[in-house]
């Protein structure tokens, strides 16, 4: 293999390659980014066995002399040419096919990396698609915002891990949770080209993954039995799905409700923020919400401190109530809506507390609350 490629492009391609290198040292070869030469372009190719990154380098940014393939370590090779300071890179390989020579046209810096064996490296499999279907990528981005921040962390349930996409009815329904919160947004598709019901569960690190990949191109998705595959204009991911079932989280604003309110968003954020430096001083992490026909309070209080925040309401529908809620999933949740009026509703029950907005028809964040006595 013997190609010139531009410096700047290579870079750029292996940044995002790095990110889905195995941190695995059992298994070698998937530290190593998978490169090919063919006629017109370069593969290349990084996973840790259950996420893969796929992307192409043209043929207006390369000029290849010889064909052929390589494994080489990956965070080695982005560094070497991090650092490298000319426009074009030279890669080679002898002919035992066990070195790659990374030098450029002056000569001036030139190093040698052992490779390994490419025709050991786990190429992933096509996916047998079921269901095809085009998203914007800023809605998809969007998607992902507004759901992957309420995913599990840890994997006491593994299907909570992930982000929940279903396919139904012409409409993209993502859902993130754990016990005590919930993002779900639902969006028109753009296009159906193959379109059949189905549900994956993506997990977590590909969906923060992707995100990061994603700009205002359209995405095809392709959801299988097993994988999930999101092909962009310069990339395509493809990730094995988290088995298991989802827990039912069939829960809508037109519930029965003890309150329900408007106010605005960014009034709503300030206030919940002053009153978090008081909340933050305990574990607990609570603040108690009064509502009220026309206002909203909210109180915190450590052993010693005390804040109280008053907010003008408008639109109240219910009674007068209060419950007590964790002023930091409260933030996340309002700011992962991203509205500029937020209604929220207080749940017959008054165990959760709902949070939507008209400007986002389909969008709904979800905090568990505390019902406090009095």
Do not use: W
């Not at 494994?71 to 002898?94: F, G, Y």
């Not at 999101?230 to 069939?250: D, K, Q």
């Amino acid at each position: 293999m013997r190609v010139i490629i531009n410096r700047v492009r290579l870079l750029e391609q292996l940044t995002k390659a790095v990110r889905f290198v195995s941190s695995n040292e059992h298994v070698r070869v998937l530290e190593c980014i998978y490169m090919e030469t063919f006629t017109d372009r370069i593969s290349l190719i990084s996973g840790d066995g259950t996420a893969f990154f796929m992307t192409e380098i043209p043929a207006e940014d390369i000029q290849i002399q010889q064909s052929g393939k390589a494994a080489v370590q990956a965070k080695l090779l982005a560094d070497i040419v991090r650092k490298m300071q000319e426009n074009e890179i030279i890669l080679s390989s002898e002919a035992a096919g066990d070195r790659l020579i990374v030098t450029t046209h002056s000569a001036r810096s030139t190093f040698v990396l052992q490779l390994l064996q490419a025709d050991e490296y786990p190429l992933p499999e096509s996916i047998e698609c079921s269901t095809l279907f085009t998203i914007s990528g800023a809605g998809l981005k969007d998607g992902i915002r507004q759901t992957l921040f309420a995913v599990q962390k840890k994997e006491h349930m593994p299907t909570l891990t992930g982000v929940k996409m279903e396919v139904k009815d012409a409409a993209l329904t993502m859902i993130g949770c754990d016990r005590y919160r919930m993002g779900k947004v639902k969006q028109a598709l753009t296009s159906e080209m193959h379109v059949v019901s189905e549900t994956a569960i993506v997990p977590g690190r590909t969906m923060n993954e992707l995100e990061k990949l994603l700009g205002d191109e359209f995405v095809n998705v392709r959801l299988g039995k097993t994988k999930i595959e999101f092909t962009g204009e310069h990339f395509t991911l493809l990730t094995h799905s988290i088995t298991g079932t989802y827990p039912n989280v069939e829960i809508g604003t037109d519930s029965a409700y003890a309150a329900r309110f408007v106010v605005p968003a960014s009034d709503l954020i300030a206030a919940l923020d002053r009153t978090a430096i008081i909340a933050s001083q305990e574990k607990t992490n609570l603040v108690q919400m009064r509502v009220q026909a026309e206002k909203v309070e909210f109180n915190a209080s450590s052993q010693v401190n005390q804040s109280s925040e008053t907010l003008s309401t408008y639109r109240f529908l219910g009674t007068e109530c209060k419950v007590s809620l964790n002023v930091g999933y409260a933030l996340e949740a309002i700011k992962a809506l991203d509205a500029e009026q937020v209604q929220v509703q207080i749940n017959q029950g008054m165990q959760m507390i709902l949070f939507t907005s008209d400007e986002k028809e389909g969008a709904l964040q979800l905090i568990m609350a505390a019902r406090t006595a009095g």
